[in-house]
């Protein structure tokens, strides 16, 4: 826009942006969305590690609503990938003389996660169960009581550690120190 226009809206009383158009990012909405999950999935194969996860479910029969319990497969990648090498890991296999448009840096996150929802990063913390963080990401969306329920169960097995934890705390408290750091390092929580 040259300055005589500028100037002539500012005039006008018109200072508002110019409309987008509802048009698309012609970059993003080249990319080939299909080839991208399908990569990821191989990659992910690849280098993840397959961990069960305990979900419930829930049928109606009859009119009745029956819950019962499934277990779905997780695919963790390891804690040292983020979506940066993820997309750098991507552009050198696109570089290897294949021709397909590849998605930018920053928007190549939102549709494989959307995808593949059961395709995660693992947390690089080591306190961190990947099963609690499994759960907990399921919570952001809303708590409800059965997903509390869920992640209660799974962190039944850490009350008979906590329990033994607070017995040596009362029998010995020189050796506080050491225990703690044993206990710690058996015991995997989540730490909000």
Not at 45 to 64: H, W
Not at 99 to 104: I, K, T
Request: aromatic share 8%; proline share 3%.
């Amino acid at each position: 826009m040259t300055i005589q226009r500028y100037k002539k809206r500012i005039r006008d009383g018109n200072m508002a942006i110019k409309d987008h158009g509802n048009k698309l990012n012609k970059n993003a909405s080249q990319v080939d969305v299909v080839w991208l999950v399908k990569w990821f999935t191989e990659f992910a194969e690849e280098v993840g590690e397959v961990i069960p996860v305990r979900v419930r479910m829930q049928k109606k029969i009859d009119g009745t609503t029956q819950e019962f319990y499934s277990s779905d497969k997780y695919t963790l990648l390891p804690a040292h990938f983020t979506w940066d090498c993820i997309w750098d890991e991507m552009h050198k296999f696109v570089e290897s003389d294949l021709r397909v448009r590849e998605p930018a840096r920053s928007t190549m996150r939102k549709p494989l996660t959307l995808h593949r929802p059961t395709i995660r990063i693992r947390s690089s913390r080591s306190t961190v169960c990947d099963i609690c963080a499994i759960y907990h990401a399921g919570m952001r969306g809303g708590v409800t009581a059965d997903k509390t329920e869920e992640l209660g169960h799974h962190n039944e097995s850490a009350q008979p550690m906590r329990s033994v934890f607070a017995l040596g705390c009362k029998q010995h408290s020189d050796l506080l120190g050491i225990f703690n750091e044993e206990i710690g390092n058996n015991l995997n929580y989540l730490q909000a």
